[in-house]
């Protein structure tokens, strides 16, 4: 440690920033990790629902794969462009000033991160204790004190060390993909018995109803939200190592990987299931085990369960990031964007996550705020590709590393709005509600952080707090 001249504050002569430990395996295994959660295990009964046939089902399957794929590209550009941790939030920012940036943050971490890692979270634990109470709805109590309790210890292991909160992402990836090819592989014997009437052309697209666009709008809606985390990579850009060359690697890699994974899934289900016994299923795969694997039924649970453990964790490690990031940028207190001296994780940042997802545990009603958040979502995706194309016009000269051709981000941009349009016409409440949810960031940004001087009025308390936790070598303030 130094003294800097005329400063009676103390600092470190090598600036201390987040560890670039993430490599191409890595960087695959939290794009992986983060798509392949509960989606794979829920969506289906959804898409079969609002597409009309188990051939359509398929179709949007693949179709919303490709479309995430589109996504991927275009943030791989800005992820490279603009290469600072955040995602979203951060070419948000820097492309259409604050207050764009902060409502995305805003309602990120006020509702949508929480509520999601809350679901998740609830998910593991019932599925864990459904084999403990298995001709019965797991207690309330139980659910949400597992659910609490695995939260903590996964925010204790990402505050302690980035290498070892990557390595469970690493390991729980390549289990929850094990789980998968489980059900394929039990599927494709099933194929190749002679079980595969439902999928047979004139059997798959038989419909009883012709589907309404806005059914079809949902349809994808159910399987984008199968695919959402494929974002998540962007989040910690500033922790891959050479993320020039492996963020965009991962994408070719993990994006189709998880379409083909997740349309042979669903194939080995409609090999084993009529479309009638999937949409009277609770649990989808739980149904396949008991069908398929007698005894055995025990397994998929399980492997449900460790699904979910490897999705918490991917969801603490990237959106603890956002928070960081927009405490950098001055959006969120000046405390989320301290990292430990030693371990260099952003600990305050994990304990805002950690603690606001065990309050929306204790609420509740989580799979309402689910619906009410996805428009937000896909909202903020359309945003940020918008953005792109905004910063190729007034940047024109600007080195881009990776440079994707226009095609990409306007057939997206087009997809998007007509996604979003039929969404608002067949579910306006909920979409609504959403919007609401995000616009109450405005008069916090223009009290909070617009207004500089009340901002600094109020924080000074705050600030000499940060200063004396710096000065003990414990948090150090990124600028």
Known sequence: MEEHSGSTR??????VTLKKEIGLLSACTIIIGNIIGSGIFISPKGVLEHSGSVGFALVIWVLGGCIATLGSLCYAELGVTIPKSGGDYSYVTEIFGGLMGFLLLWSAVIIMYPTTLAVIALTFSSYILQPVFPNCVPPYMATRMLSAICVLLLTWVNCSSVRMATRIQDIFTVGKLMALGLI???GLIQVFHGNYEALTPHVAFAMDRIPSVGQIALAFLQASFAFSGWNFLNYVTEEVVNPRRNLPRAIYISIPLVTIVYTLTNIAYFSSMSPEELLSSNAVAVTFGEKLLGTFSVVMPISVALSTFGGING??????????????????PSLLAMIHYKNRTPIPALLVCCTATIVILCIGETHNLINYVSFINYLSYGVTIAGLLHYRWRKPNLYRPIKVSLVVPVCYLMFWALLLGFSLHSEPVVCGVGLVIMLTGVPVYFLGVHWKEKHMTGMS?????????EDSNMLVILH
């Open 184 to 186: 394929i592989v039990v």
């Open 461 to 469: 308390f705050l600030n000499c707090f940060l200063l004396t936790l």
């Open 10 to 15: 103390r600092k470190d002569p090598e600036r």
């Open 315 to 332: 969801y603490l490690f990237t959106s603890s990031r956002l928070c960081f990031s927009g405490a950098r940028e001055g959006h969120l």
